[in-house]
C-alpha cells in the first residue's frame, strides 16, 4: 500500500560528494514536492514540480537541484554536499485538481535522513 | 505572502485530558488550511482540512479544529487524550498566489503522560 517511495531512508555522505535522492510516486499525481525537516523549523520547501520537466523553487533551493523527467519520479540532487545539509528529507505529491498547486491534499514518503559528514 | 505560526514547540498533557495545539495563520485570500502529523520515523499524514465548507472540521483519531476568521486561528483539539497521540503535529496553509506549495509551521510535539 504504499504510495510514496523514497528510495534510501538513511545516508551518510562526505562533504563535496554528489548525492542523489530519489522519490516515485504511484497515485499518477501531477505534483510532487521535496521538503527538508529540521527540529524547530518545520517543513521548508525546496523545490517542486507541477508537470514533468516543469519545477519551481521553493524557499530554500541554494545548494540543491531537481529532476523530473517522468511523471511519478522527481529526483533532489546536492551537487556538493555541505555539513548543513544534514537534515531529513521528506517528498510529497497531490493531485493538480482545481485551484491552487497548495490546496490539494499531500500524500508524503517516509523521508530520508541524509548526514554530511 | 501566507504564513503560519504554531505557538509552543512542546506540549505535555496526562492522558484522558483535553489537547489544544495552537496554530495562527495569515493569508491575504480565504486559506485553505490543514493539520498533518508525523508519528516517529514516518512520513507525516493529513488529520484534517479546512476548505471553507465548514467552519468545524473534524479529522481522524478524534480530533477537530475550528476556522475563527475574527481570530485568524485554526486551532486543534481532541477531548481525551491516548497514549497513541504523542507524536509532532503541523499546521500548513495554502498559498494566496497560483503556483506556490503550502507553508508549515514550525510543529508542536506532543507527549502523552501516564
Known amino acids: 500500500d504504499v504510495k510514496v517511495t523514497q528510495s534510501s531512508r538513511y545516508l551518510v555522505k562526505r562533504t563535496g560528494e554528489k548525492v542523489f535522492l530519489e522519490c516515485v510516486q504511484d497515485m499518477d499525481h501531477e505534483n510532487m514536492f521535496w521538503y527538508r525537516q529540521d527540529p524547530g523549523l518545520g517543513l521548508r520547501l525546496i523545490y517542486f514540480s507541477y508537470d514533468v520537466k516543469m519545477k519551481e523553487k521553493g524557499d530554500i533551493p541554494e545548494g540543491y537541484s531537481v529532476s523530473r523527467e517522468k511523471k511519478e519520479r522527481f529526483s533532489l540532487i546536492l551537487e556538493s554536499a555541505s555539513t548543513n545539509q544534514t537534515s531529513m528529507y521528506l517528498c510529497?505529491?497531490?493531485?493538480?485538481?482545481?485551484?491552487?498547486?497548495?490546496?490539494?491534499?499531500?500524500?508524503f514518503g517516509a523521508g530520508s535522513r541524509l548526514t554530511v559528514l | 505572502a501566507q504564513s503560519v505560526t504554531q505557538l509552543g514547540s512542546h506540549v505535555s498533557v496526562s492522558e484522558g485530558a483535553l489537547v489544544l495545539l495552537r496554530c495562527n495563520y495569515s493569508s491575504s485570500v480565504p486559506p485553505y488550511l490543514f493539520w498533518y502529523v508525523q508519528y516517529p520515523n514516518q512520513g507525516l499524514q493529513l488529520l484534517l482540512k479546512?476548505?471553507?465548507?465548514?467552519?468545524l472540521v473534524k479529522g481522524i483519531n478524534g480530533f477537530e479544529a475550528e476556522f475563527k476568521k475574527s481570530e485568524t486561528s485554526f486551532h486543534l483539539t481532541k477531548p481525551s487524550a491516548h497514549m497513541s497521540d504523542a507524536a509532532e503535529y503541523f499546521c500548513a496553509v495554502s498559498p494566496d498566489t497560483g503556483r506556490r506549495a503550502l507553508t508549515f509551521g514550525s510543529g508542536t510535539r506532543l507527549q502523552v503522560q501516564p
Open positions: 479546512y476548505t471553507s465548507a465548514a467552519t
Open positions: 510529497a505529491s497531490s493531485k493538480r485538481g482545481a485551484g491552487l498547486v497548495g490546496a490539494n491534499v499531500l500524500t
